[in-house]
């Protein structure tokens, strides 16, 4: 099961990003796919803004560090793999621990060895034109297929379907 769809602007995106969090809970985890400029930190960016993480806090890539914690509703844990020597085991990474106690957000998950857990949303970014995205998003496991069902349901969703270059 899979929700496709289009953004216009990185107000979107984030948007996108802030109508999730509002399903997302400590355990959950976002797998989030896509080439470098495609979207994925403006969706994670939405997110911890619509958990009320500090707005003085910048949320960007964690690159010089494995791993951002962003304290917030929920504590956050944003990991951006891009710049790691991979693949990974999950030991090396150090984030097991996080995944029970965490809404855990990791950038370039294609570079992970092997599944964290069975549940989980993968959030894929495709470039399109300078200001447009195309995002598809997967729910894996019950878990997984909840969060993705609750977010189609979301009557806020049809502000971004309803814009007329979607369809
Ligand atoms: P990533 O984390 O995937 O490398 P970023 O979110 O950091 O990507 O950067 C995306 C860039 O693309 C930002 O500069 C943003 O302003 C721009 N952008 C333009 N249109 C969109 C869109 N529809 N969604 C997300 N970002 C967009
Ligand atoms: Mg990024």
Not at 35 to 58: H, M, N
Request: proline share 4%; charged share 30%; aromatic share 8%.
């Amino acid at each position: 099961m899979e929700l496709k769809l289009q953004t216009n602007s990185p107000e979107e995106t984030n948007f996108l990003g802030c109508l999730l969090a509002k399903y997302l809970k400590p355990g959950d985890l976002v797998l989030l796919y896509g080439d470098l400029g495609s979207g994925k930190t403006t969706f994670i960016q939405g997110i911890c803004r619509a958990l009320e993480v500090d707005p003085d806090i910048y949320i960007t890539s964690p690159t010089f560090t494995i791993v951002h914690l962003y304290e917030g509703l929920h504590t956050i844990a944003h990991i951006d793999l891009y710049r790691l020597e991979l693949p990974l085991e999950i030991e090396e990474l150090g984030i097991s621990d996080l995944l029970n106690t965490h809404i855990v957000l990791i950038e370039w998950a294609d570079k992970l060895s092997f599944p964290l857990k069975d549940s989980f949303l993968e959030v894929s970014f495709t470039y399109l034109e300078d200001q447009k995205r195309e995002i598809t998003i997967i729910g894996y496991g019950e878990e997984g297929l909840l969060l993705l069902k609750a977010l189609e349901r979301d009557e806020e969703l049809k502000k971004l379907e309803s814009f007329p270059e979607e369809r």
